[in-house]
Protein backbone atom coordinates (compact mmCIF):
# COMPACT_ATOMS: atom_id res chain seq x y z
CA UNK A 1 0.00 0.00 0.00
CA UNK A 2 1.18 3.45 -0.80
CA UNK A 3 1.62 6.01 1.96
CA UNK A 4 -0.73 8.34 0.74
CA UNK A 5 -3.57 5.54 0.73
CA UNK A 6 -2.27 4.59 4.17
CA UNK A 7 -2.68 7.70 5.82
CA UNK A 8 -5.72 8.21 4.12
CA UNK A 9 -7.28 4.96 5.91
CA UNK A 10 -5.64 5.41 8.97
CA UNK A 11 -7.31 8.42 9.14
CA UNK A 12 -11.08 7.45 8.58
CA UNK A 13 -10.77 4.24 10.03
CA UNK A 14 -8.74 5.66 13.47
CA UNK A 15 -8.20 9.77 13.33
CA UNK A 16 -11.57 10.38 12.16
CA UNK A 17 -13.70 8.40 14.70
CA UNK A 18 -11.10 9.64 17.54
CA UNK A 19 -12.12 13.39 16.38
CA UNK A 20 -16.11 13.10 16.06
CA UNK A 21 -16.23 11.40 19.48
CA UNK A 22 -13.94 13.23 21.48
CA UNK A 23 -13.49 16.63 19.65
CA UNK A 24 -16.63 17.30 18.09
CA UNK A 25 -16.62 20.78 19.19
CA UNK A 26 -13.54 21.00 17.55
CA UNK A 27 -14.28 19.77 14.11
CA UNK A 28 -15.11 22.84 11.84
CA UNK A 29 -12.45 24.08 12.86
CA UNK A 30 -9.55 21.39 11.65
CA UNK A 31 -8.22 19.96 8.71
CA UNK A 32 -6.23 16.95 7.91
CA UNK A 33 -4.19 15.28 5.45
CA UNK A 34 -0.82 14.39 4.02
CA UNK A 35 1.53 17.01 2.72
CA UNK A 36 5.23 17.90 3.39
CA UNK A 37 8.72 15.92 2.70
CA UNK A 38 8.91 12.51 1.98
CA UNK A 39 8.56 10.65 -1.27
CA UNK A 40 4.76 9.42 0.34
CA UNK A 41 3.44 12.96 0.00
CA UNK A 42 4.25 12.78 -3.62
CA UNK A 43 3.08 9.24 -4.49
CA UNK A 44 6.03 7.63 -5.68
CA UNK A 45 7.17 5.51 -2.29
CA UNK A 46 7.92 1.89 -3.09
CA UNK A 47 9.42 -0.84 -0.68
CA UNK A 48 12.44 0.52 -0.77
CA UNK A 49 10.70 3.85 0.74
CA UNK A 50 9.66 2.03 3.55
CA UNK A 51 13.51 1.37 5.35
CA UNK A 52 12.47 5.29 6.66
CA UNK A 53 9.81 7.65 8.17
CA UNK A 54 7.22 4.77 6.70
CA UNK A 55 4.26 4.85 9.40
CA UNK A 56 0.62 5.41 9.77
CA UNK A 57 -0.17 8.96 10.31
CA UNK A 58 -1.06 11.87 9.12
CA UNK A 59 -1.06 15.91 9.53
CA UNK A 60 -3.78 16.59 11.83
CA UNK A 61 -3.83 20.79 11.08
CA UNK A 62 -4.62 23.69 14.21
CA UNK A 63 -5.86 27.34 13.02
CA UNK A 64 -4.69 30.00 15.64
CA UNK A 65 -4.86 29.59 19.30
CA UNK A 66 -7.71 32.28 19.53
CA UNK A 67 -9.80 29.44 17.53
CA UNK A 68 -8.13 26.62 19.50
CA UNK A 69 -6.48 27.38 22.56
CA UNK A 70 -3.03 25.64 23.67
CA UNK A 71 -4.93 23.07 25.97
CA UNK A 72 -6.92 21.95 23.50
CA UNK A 73 -3.92 21.28 21.12
CA UNK A 74 -2.66 19.45 24.29
CA UNK A 75 -5.68 17.06 24.18
CA UNK A 76 -5.25 16.64 20.81
CA UNK A 77 -1.77 15.68 20.58
CA UNK A 78 -2.62 12.96 23.66
CA UNK A 79 -5.66 11.47 21.42
CA UNK A 80 -3.12 11.12 18.44
CA UNK A 81 -0.43 9.47 20.62
CA UNK A 82 -3.46 7.23 21.42
CA UNK A 83 -4.42 6.16 18.07
CA UNK A 84 -3.35 2.28 17.08
CA UNK A 85 0.87 2.04 16.94
CA UNK A 86 -0.14 -0.96 14.15
CA UNK A 87 -2.29 -0.52 11.27
CA UNK A 88 -2.31 -2.01 8.14
CA UNK A 89 0.51 -3.96 8.95
CA UNK A 90 2.85 -1.09 9.93
CA UNK A 91 3.97 -0.14 12.68
CA UNK A 92 4.24 3.76 13.83
CA UNK A 93 7.82 4.88 14.56
CA UNK A 94 9.59 4.96 17.64
CA UNK A 95 11.88 7.85 16.33
CA UNK A 96 11.26 11.15 15.26
CA UNK A 97 12.71 11.67 11.33
CA UNK A 98 15.61 14.05 10.80
CA UNK A 99 13.85 17.11 10.69
CA UNK A 100 11.03 16.75 13.05
CA UNK A 101 7.88 14.87 13.19
CA UNK A 102 5.91 14.80 9.66
CA UNK A 103 2.59 13.71 10.69
CA UNK A 104 0.53 15.05 14.01
CA UNK A 105 -0.93 17.93 15.62
CA UNK A 106 0.65 20.75 14.07
CA UNK A 107 -0.48 24.48 13.86
CA UNK A 108 -0.78 25.67 9.43
CA UNK A 109 0.84 28.53 10.27
CA UNK A 110 3.42 26.46 11.70
CA UNK A 111 3.57 24.02 8.42
CA UNK A 112 3.75 27.14 5.87
CA UNK A 113 5.79 28.99 7.50
CA UNK A 114 8.26 25.59 7.85
CA UNK A 115 8.22 24.89 3.72
CA UNK A 116 7.75 28.18 2.53
CA UNK A 117 8.56 31.08 5.07
CA UNK A 118 5.20 32.87 5.26
CA UNK A 119 2.33 31.54 7.44
CA UNK A 120 -0.49 32.64 5.64
CA UNK A 121 1.03 31.71 1.97
CA UNK A 122 1.34 35.56 1.07
CA UNK A 123 4.78 35.91 -0.46
CA UNK A 124 6.12 38.91 -2.40
CA UNK A 125 7.92 38.87 -5.54
CA UNK A 126 10.93 38.44 -4.19
CA UNK A 127 10.03 35.29 -2.19
CA UNK A 128 8.88 33.52 -5.55
CA UNK A 129 11.83 34.70 -7.25
CA UNK A 130 14.02 32.78 -4.73
CA UNK A 131 12.36 30.31 -2.96
CA UNK A 132 13.72 26.96 -4.29
CA UNK A 133 10.66 25.52 -5.99
CA UNK A 134 11.16 21.87 -3.93
CA UNK A 135 9.73 23.75 -1.04
CA UNK A 136 6.63 24.91 -2.93
CA UNK A 137 6.48 21.11 -4.16
CA UNK A 138 6.18 20.22 -0.45
CA UNK A 139 3.87 22.98 0.57
CA UNK A 140 1.43 21.86 -2.05
CA UNK A 141 1.47 18.04 -2.44
CA UNK A 142 -0.21 14.92 -1.52
CA UNK A 143 -4.01 15.28 -0.03
CA UNK A 144 -5.99 16.94 2.31
CA UNK A 145 -8.74 14.31 3.39
CA UNK A 146 -10.70 17.31 4.94
CA UNK A 147 -11.16 21.17 5.53
CA UNK A 148 -14.38 22.16 7.00
CA UNK A 149 -12.50 25.23 8.54
CA UNK A 150 -10.98 25.91 4.96
CA UNK A 151 -7.73 27.68 5.56
CA UNK A 152 -5.44 25.09 4.60
CA UNK A 153 -6.93 24.58 1.61
CA UNK A 154 -7.09 28.52 0.63
CA UNK A 155 -3.30 28.42 1.07
CA UNK A 156 -2.63 25.65 -0.71
CA UNK A 157 -4.61 27.01 -3.31
CA UNK A 158 -2.95 30.65 -3.36
CA UNK A 159 0.82 28.33 -3.63
CA UNK A 160 -0.22 26.21 -6.50
CA UNK A 161 1.41 27.92 -8.85
CA UNK A 162 4.00 30.81 -9.82
CA UNK A 163 2.67 33.83 -10.72
CA UNK A 164 2.87 33.97 -14.05
CA UNK A 165 5.76 37.01 -14.29
CA UNK A 166 7.65 35.14 -12.46
CA UNK A 167 7.59 32.02 -14.58
CA UNK A 168 8.36 33.69 -17.44
CA UNK A 169 11.39 35.35 -15.84
CA UNK A 170 12.62 31.77 -14.40
CA UNK A 171 12.12 30.23 -18.08
CA UNK A 172 13.87 32.74 -19.75
CA UNK A 173 17.00 32.02 -17.56
CA UNK A 174 16.62 28.37 -17.78
CA UNK A 175 16.15 28.72 -21.50
CA UNK A 176 19.04 30.68 -21.43
CA UNK A 177 21.12 28.70 -19.48
CA UNK A 178 20.26 25.24 -21.57
CA UNK A 179 21.65 27.23 -24.99
CA UNK A 180 25.15 27.99 -23.40
CA UNK A 181 25.00 24.58 -21.62
CA UNK A 182 24.23 22.34 -24.82
CA UNK A 183 24.11 23.56 -28.06
CA UNK A 184 27.19 25.79 -27.44
CA UNK A 185 29.65 24.61 -24.64
CA UNK A 186 29.27 20.60 -24.92
CA UNK A 187 30.25 21.03 -28.86
CA UNK A 188 33.42 23.47 -27.61
CA UNK A 189 34.52 21.76 -24.63
CA UNK A 190 34.59 18.17 -26.29
CA UNK A 191 36.90 20.59 -29.40
CA UNK A 192 39.14 22.00 -26.56
CA UNK A 193 39.73 18.06 -25.52
CA UNK A 194 37.58 19.31 -22.50
CA UNK A 195 36.05 15.90 -21.76
CA UNK A 196 35.39 16.98 -18.01
CA UNK A 197 33.91 20.02 -18.95
CA UNK A 198 31.68 18.82 -21.57
CA UNK A 199 30.16 16.19 -19.03
CA UNK A 200 29.68 18.80 -16.94
CA UNK A 201 27.66 21.19 -19.48
CA UNK A 202 25.55 18.14 -20.28
CA UNK A 203 24.57 18.12 -16.44
CA UNK A 204 23.96 21.55 -16.78
CA UNK A 205 21.88 20.96 -19.59
CA UNK A 206 20.08 18.44 -18.16
CA UNK A 207 19.02 20.38 -15.43
CA UNK A 208 18.41 23.65 -17.11
CA UNK A 209 16.09 21.81 -19.92
CA UNK A 210 14.31 20.11 -17.29
CA UNK A 211 13.66 22.96 -15.31
CA UNK A 212 12.31 24.47 -18.63
CA UNK A 213 10.20 21.68 -18.94
CA UNK A 214 8.69 22.14 -15.34
CA UNK A 215 8.35 25.51 -15.63
CA UNK A 216 6.38 25.31 -19.57
CA UNK A 217 3.79 22.78 -17.36
CA UNK A 218 3.36 25.13 -14.95
CA UNK A 219 4.43 22.09 -12.34
CA UNK A 220 7.10 22.88 -9.09
CA UNK A 221 10.09 20.93 -9.46
CA UNK A 222 10.72 18.60 -6.48
CA UNK A 223 13.67 17.56 -4.88
CA UNK A 224 16.49 16.45 -7.06
CA UNK A 225 16.24 12.54 -6.52
CA UNK A 226 12.71 12.80 -7.62
CA UNK A 227 13.11 15.00 -10.78
CA UNK A 228 13.14 11.75 -13.71
CA UNK A 229 10.54 10.87 -11.57
CA UNK A 230 8.30 13.52 -11.99
CA UNK A 231 9.57 14.56 -15.19
CA UNK A 232 7.99 11.39 -16.27
CA UNK A 233 4.37 12.54 -15.15
CA UNK A 234 4.72 16.06 -16.48
CA UNK A 235 1.27 16.68 -18.45
CA UNK A 236 3.11 18.09 -21.52
CA UNK A 237 7.34 17.38 -22.36
CA UNK A 238 7.35 14.00 -20.18
CA UNK A 239 8.78 12.41 -23.39
CA UNK A 240 12.16 14.58 -22.43
CA UNK A 241 12.89 12.07 -19.10
CA UNK A 242 14.70 9.68 -21.81
CA UNK A 243 16.98 11.70 -23.76
CA UNK A 244 17.82 13.65 -20.46
CA UNK A 245 18.48 10.71 -19.06
CA UNK A 246 20.48 9.12 -22.02
CA UNK A 247 22.48 12.60 -22.14
CA UNK A 248 23.75 11.91 -18.25
CA UNK A 249 24.04 8.09 -18.53
CA UNK A 250 25.57 7.57 -21.25
CA UNK A 251 29.25 6.49 -22.72
CA UNK A 252 31.99 8.91 -23.49
CA UNK A 253 33.26 10.51 -26.71
CA UNK A 254 32.26 8.14 -28.62
CA UNK A 255 28.73 8.92 -28.16
CA UNK A 256 29.56 12.52 -28.72
CA UNK A 257 27.63 12.14 -31.91
CA UNK A 258 24.42 10.70 -30.45
CA UNK A 259 24.62 13.45 -27.89
CA UNK A 260 24.33 16.70 -29.74
CA UNK A 261 21.69 15.20 -31.57
CA UNK A 262 19.61 14.06 -28.30
CA UNK A 263 20.64 17.92 -26.95
CA UNK A 264 19.01 19.03 -30.41
CA UNK A 265 16.18 17.87 -30.22
CA UNK A 266 15.82 18.59 -26.42
CA UNK A 267 15.93 21.56 -27.44
CA UNK A 268 13.47 21.68 -30.60
CA UNK A 269 10.99 20.23 -27.57
CA UNK A 270 10.97 22.89 -25.72
CA UNK A 271 11.13 25.64 -28.71
CA UNK A 272 7.84 24.05 -29.90
CA UNK A 273 6.29 24.14 -26.70
CA UNK A 274 7.76 27.64 -25.92
CA UNK A 275 5.95 28.40 -29.07
CA UNK A 276 2.75 26.94 -28.64
CA UNK A 277 2.48 28.85 -25.52
CA UNK A 278 2.67 32.20 -27.60
CA UNK A 279 5.64 33.02 -25.71
CA UNK A 280 7.69 33.72 -29.03
CA UNK A 281 7.62 34.13 -33.08
CA UNK A 282 9.20 31.49 -35.39
CA UNK A 283 12.10 31.62 -33.65
CA UNK A 284 13.98 28.02 -32.68
CA UNK A 285 17.11 28.94 -31.39
CA UNK A 286 16.75 28.38 -27.53
CA UNK A 287 18.91 32.09 -26.92
CA UNK A 288 16.61 34.13 -28.52
CA UNK A 289 13.87 32.44 -27.54
CA UNK A 290 15.08 33.22 -24.07
CA UNK A 291 14.87 37.05 -24.35
CA UNK A 292 11.84 36.58 -25.81
CA UNK A 293 9.90 35.05 -22.99
CA UNK A 294 12.34 37.81 -20.55
CA UNK A 295 10.05 40.55 -23.06
CA UNK A 296 6.72 38.98 -21.90
CA UNK A 297 7.08 39.88 -18.35
CA UNK A 298 4.78 42.70 -17.93
CA UNK A 299 6.10 43.98 -14.41
CA UNK A 300 9.07 46.68 -15.84
CA UNK A 301 11.40 46.41 -12.87
CA UNK A 302 11.41 42.63 -12.94
CA UNK A 303 11.31 42.16 -16.78
CA UNK A 304 14.84 44.69 -17.04
CA UNK A 305 16.57 43.06 -13.88
CA UNK A 306 19.08 40.34 -15.60
CA UNK A 307 17.89 37.70 -17.54
CA UNK A 308 19.00 34.96 -14.92
CA UNK A 309 18.22 36.98 -11.95
CA UNK A 310 15.42 34.28 -10.86
CA UNK A 311 17.74 31.38 -11.51
Given at each position: MKGLELARDYFER????????????????LAAGLCGSGSD??????????????????????????IVDRRQEFLLERAYAKLPQDFGGVGRAKMLPVGGARHGVMRTADFFRKTVGSENGALSTEDWLTLPEQTLAEATNGAIFFDDWGEVSRIRA??????????????????????????????????????????????????????????????????????FRALRELPLLSGLADPLEK??????????????????????????????QGLAGEEKDLERLAYAVNARVKDAELRNRHILAAV
Open positions: CGRPMLERDFPELLPFCFGWDDEVSQDHDFEPGFCLFLPEEAQLAAFPEDVRLKKLAGRLLLAAQAGPYNYRRCLAHGESGAAQLALFEFADSASAAAFLLARRYRPYYKWRLITGGGAESAREKEALIDRVCAALAAEVRA
